[in-house]
């Protein structure tokens, strides 16, 4: 089995596990060939973005780069995947309890405890879903915004077998433009599902390859 090379962690960035964790998720990544590539932003506080989600298995790959790394991530998730058998796996691993249904107020919520946190990596799923969305859902961006805290993303590529840490950016007033450099950080990121890739995402990729045609 070929040695990850994981990328160092600063004193500020959040952190959680043991030697232990971290052989665990080096393990579960090398053992299938993945590498890690990117360095680990040195900052408290930032909004995670986790895209494309098309399958379970983003969830295998990315709690596997968590813990090979180190790092302390607080995952939303909805509250049905919280059954008595797995439910506190998820609540270890830092998931957040997101009850879809509840009324209004939760982005806002979810900005006030961003911002109050001395240490807290939030990882939003963009999409809102893993089957093919027709839009990204703008909470990411307005937690960010809200929280004045950079958005950082994440991608895992299926076909290269990269988990790829980006650049932090901060949120501006132009949803629209900084929308349009997320995707194409995105845009080259291999799906683990590609017919249930977000509509974006597709028209993205579409846009590449017409012009490297």
Not at 31 to 38: D, P, Q, Y
């Amino acid at each position: 089995m070929p040695q990850l090379i994981v990328p160092p962690v600063g004193e500020l960035t959040p952190t959680r596990g043991n030697r232990f964790s971290r052989w665990l998720g080096r393990w579960m990544l090398a053992r299938k060939g993945w590498t890690i590539e990117g360095d680990v932003a040195n900052v408290p506080r930032a909004v995670v973005i986790a895209a494309p989600h098309t399958s379970n298995w983003d969830g295998y790959y990315a709690i596997g780069g968590m813990m090979a790394i180190g790092l302390r991530l607080s995952i939303m998730a909805k509250d049905s995947l919280f059954k008595w058998y797995i439910g506190w796996f998820f609540d270890w691993i830092g998931f957040l309890r997101v009850n879809r249904n509840a009324p209004g107020g939760f982005v806002e919520k979810c900005a006030h405890t961003l911002k109050r946190s001395k240490g807290l990596w939030m990882v939003v799923p963009a999409e809102g879903t893993r089957k093919k969305a027709k839009k990204w859902k703008s909470g990411f961006h307005r937690i960010a915004k809200l929280a004045e805290a950079p958005m950082l993303p994440i991608s895992i590529d299926f076909e290269k077998k990269k988990f790829v840490i980006g650049e932090p950016r901060m949120a501006t007033d132009d949803y629209e433009s900084d929308l349009n450099d997320l995707l194409d950080f995105y845009a080259d990121c291999a799906p683990h599902t590609p017919e249930l890739l977000s509509l974006p995402l597709v028209e993205r990729r579409q846009q590449r390859q017409s012009q490297s045609a």
